[in-house]
């Protein structure tokens, strides 16, 4: 014995396998494997089993609701709470100075910037399943914002006309009733949103973010960064211009922002590209050092804190004309209801920006979930982002998701739990009630260059193109074609356009699907593309097409065509080939010139063979003189005809369709692998399916498939089940006998012989006429 009591002797040669079992056809393995039986609840135990409670399913769904009951009360005072308060301080900075900054794009005063950092965060502190996402505004979202805000509330409309000392009329715009507008949209519009994130989170459709595929964000995100620069540079340069909407609004705003960059203001533009430069250097540093760095320099905070400084002690704004922030209100506003009144102004662009401001949200939550070895619940997400939209919605804010830099400033600098959010909410609360004095000599300049630093990361998307290119040529085209929509035709159509271009993608590699013709490797059980592998060998007078498609309605030509490659022949032209050569031999043997003998046709001795003179109109009977008695025939069809008759060749007798990578069959596919199969029955090609899923054969006994000629028995567990079969069938085959028609001459009949209805039958297989028919009636 060996060591461990192992038997001593040769190991067994895992590298290979042998298995030997039946060749199993689907009506041999059910027989032979019993399926479970398997019972569907009745609707009314599915209402029973809903609407039943219990002391432990109240707590379980509670939990669910309230993701806070299920973490906070395993919280480790000890291990986490300096770590989340570390985090939350740095976190609370960067969302402070982000709330003013973001508040730029949706043009409300500066304040509600800070009011829309603070009250999201409350809320999913106790809804909320990540444990990293710091929620607030983002720039994309901000924008999208934005743009509403500017259709509804422009500044032509809050224009007035007043008179100064000269007796000249002035145009002015009313900055108060314009801004307080504005702000009453954009706390609508966030109410709005809201409410459609809880609907979706109601209805558990959280699978809607699913449509919004990589490429398609990566080219949206990166055309909203574009969006953000145009809008943040005018600030930048102190250039008044138009508010823009629509489509081509950027281009029409960096016109007029070329055309007027003769008034630049130069304190502000040198405070907005300094403080660029320094953002990007350190945040460079941040990301090449960040294993050496303990805590990332919060550079977005020292430069605010030293730019403040310089326009108090240098007065920049009575000296150099720079455009200050000059106000940030105190305080907080009481709760409003939202203008119900513009819901249906703003539905549409609700719409989008509820999903957009979701993807973004979740996207960012699962890189850290997974990162920390832990779940999210996309719909209950769904729901905490739309209770939290709706209570900032109330407090005069903007719409709330998340913005990545925040998000990672605070899982970066140690963040455990939302306690950390927690804390970054009291830092933005602070500045609220006491500190947004001290940020009123600050320069707008320096808020839009940081939000143009924090771009960074966007733009650095466009580098994604040539990978996404060498990989898959349809996600390129799909990020390309949304990056300049949403830049031509704003965010909200752009990403319509883009989600409708990518649905396009899809239809059209569903419709136009890979097939291959399949041969066998020798002496396995493996079958590959015959044009990729040098060693595979067809079976002999077998043809093997793998279609890797569902197959339905819209891809049926395609199936039809990679068939007739595959075969090298329309089973339809065979057939009628073959129906007009029988009728053109019968004619002839009425008239004499053939001879039919049970074993083939012959011609007179003697007599010239007039079968090959053109076609004669065989609707037109002769009154000849018939033989009496029955004459049975049998033609080869692989062999010479003696009838001017070209009838394609068939070199196969068998055909296996591989529905290894067929998922669905929709009732026009059934209907049209039904007419497959009788075509090439008629033809003495049998037609066998192989590799199916058990989905298939239920969708055909639902669709009425199976008859006394088309049987289970034709499907196969592998394509090697199905050519195994085949050759034991053809082993044991009469190989004398020819393929073959028979045409019977009845006794004292003058009429042509009744062959099958060529315009019948072929009305009956093409498809497209039957449902065109049907349609008709």
């Not at 040198?270 to 050092?289: H, P, Q, S």
């Not at 939000?451 to 040529?473: C, E, H, S, T, Y």
């Not at 989600?499 to 066998?520: A, D, E, I, K």
């Not at 089973?571 to 031999?585: D, G, P």
Request: proline share 5%; glycine share 6%.
């Amino acid at each position: 014995m060996a060591a461990g009591g192992r038997a001593a002797g040769p190991l067994p040669d895992l590298g290979r396998y042998v298995v030997a079992r039946p060749i199993y056809s689907e009506p041999a393995f059910q027989e032979e494997n019993e399926k479970k039986v398997q019972l569907q609840p009745t609707l009314r135990e599915r209402v029973q089993g809903a609407c039943s409670c219990s002391r432990k399913k109240a707590f379980q769904i509670t939990k669910s609701l309230l993701p806070v009951l299920e973490w906070l009360p395993k919280y480790r005072i000890k291990e986490w709470l300096i770590s989340d308060i570390i985090s939350g301080v740095s976190t609370g900075l960067v969302a402070t100075l982000q709330g003013l900054a973001f508040a730029l794009l949706v043009a409300v005063p500066l304040g509600y910037g800070l009011y829309s950092a603070f009250f999201p965060l409350l809320t999913y502190f106790i809804l909320g399943t990540s444990r990293h996402l710091s929620a607030g505004p983002f720039p994309v979202v901000a924008l999208m914002v934005g743009s509403v805000v500017l259709t509804m509330a422009p500044d032509e409309k809050f224009r007035i006309v007043s008179s100064n000392a000269t007796g000249l009329n002035k145009t002015l715009i009313d900055t108060a009733a314009r801004d307080a507008q504005r702000v009453v949209v954009a706390s609508t519009l966030t109410f709005l949103v809201g409410i459609i994130q809880l609907v979706f989170g109601a209805l558990q459709i959280g699978f809607i973010v699913r449509y919004l595929a990589d490429p398609l964000v990566g080219g949206f995100t990166t055309a909203a960064a574009f969006q953000v620069f145009v809008s943040q540079l005018k600030i930048v340069l102190n250039v008044s211009t138009k508010n823009y909407n629509g489509i081509l609004s950027i281009i029409y705003t960096l016109i007029e922002i070329f055309q007027k960059i003769g008034t630049t203001n130069i304190a502000d533009l040198i405070a907005g590209l300094l403080t660029i430069f320094v953002c990007m250097v350190v945040k460079e540093i941040n990301d090449r050092y960040k294993h050496k760095i303990p805590v990332p320099i919060p550079i977005e905070v020292i430069v605010t804190i030293i730019a403040t400084g310089i326009s108090y002690g240098a007065d920049l704004e009575k000296r150099y004309n720079a455009g200050i922030v000059k106000t940030i209100p105190r305080g907080f506003l009481p709760p409003v209801p939202p203008a119900v009144s513009m819901f249906s102004e703003m539905i549409a662009a609700a719409f989008s920006i509820a999903v957009v401001a979701y993807a973004i949200a979740v996207s960012v939550a699962k890189v850290y979930a997974t990162k920390h070895d832990y779940a999210i619940d996309g719909n209950q997400e769904f729901i905490a982002f739309g209770v939290s939209n709706v209570f900032a919605g109330a407090f005069s804010c903007f719409v709330a998701t998340t913005a990545l830099s925040r998000t990672a400033v605070q899982e970066s600098t140690g963040g455990k739990t939302q306690v950390a959010s927690m804390i970054s909410a009291g830092i933005v609360l602070i500045s609220i009630v006491a500190l947004g004095k001290l940020l009123e000599p600050l320069q707008k300049s320096v808020l839009a260059a940081v939000v143009i630093a924090n771009l960074k990361g966007m733009f650095m998307q466009v580098f994604d193109v040539p990978r996404l290119w060498r990989q898959n040529k349809a996600d390129a085209m799909i990020w390309i074609f949304t990056c300049v929509a949403a830049i031509i035709l704003g965010l909200d159509l752009g990403l319509l356009a883009g989600l409708v271009f990518g649905l396009l993608t899809v239809v059209v590699r569903v419709q136009f699907p890979s097939w291959g013709n399949l041969g066998n490797i020798p002496g396995t059980d493996l079958y590959k593309n015959v044009k990729e592998y040098k060693s595979v060998v067809e079976p002999e007078g077998v043809k093997i097409l793998r279609f890797s498609s569902p197959i339905f309605y819209a891809n049926i030509d395609g199936l039809k065509s990679s068939l007739k490659s595959t075969v090298g022949f329309d089973a339809v032209r065979v057939y009628n080939k073959r129906l007009k050569a029988l009728r053109m031999i019968q004619k002839l043997i009425k008239k004499g010139k053939l001879k039919a003998t049970k074993n083939g046709i012959i011609s007179d001795s003697g007599v010239t063979n007039e079968a090959f003179e053109p076609d004669e109109d065989l609707d037109d009977p002769e009154d000849l003189k018939i033989p009496t008695k029955e004459v049975e025939i049998q033609v080869d069809w692989n062999s010479e005809l003696p009838v001017k008759v070209s009838v394609p060749r068939v070199p196969i007798h068998s055909l296996i369709f591989d529905f290894g990578g067929v998922s669905f069959l929709d009732v026009v596919a059934v209907r049209t692998m039904r007419m497959i199969i009788k075509e090439f029955e008629r033809i003495d090609v049998s037609v066998y399916i192989a590799s199916h899923q058990d989905n298939i054969i239920r969708k055909l006994e639902q669709c009425g498939f199976f008859d006394d000629n088309i049987r289970k028995d034709m499907f196969f567990l592998t394509v090697h089940d199905a050519v195994l079969y085949i050759q034991h069938e053809m082993t044991y085959r009469d190989i004398q006998d020819p393929i073959f028609e028979k045409i019977s001459l009845m006794q004292e009949s003058k009429e042509p012989i009744d062959f099958t209805e060529t315009s019948r039958l072929e009305d009956e297989l093409d498809v497209q006429e039957e449902a065109i028919r049907r349609l008709a009636s």
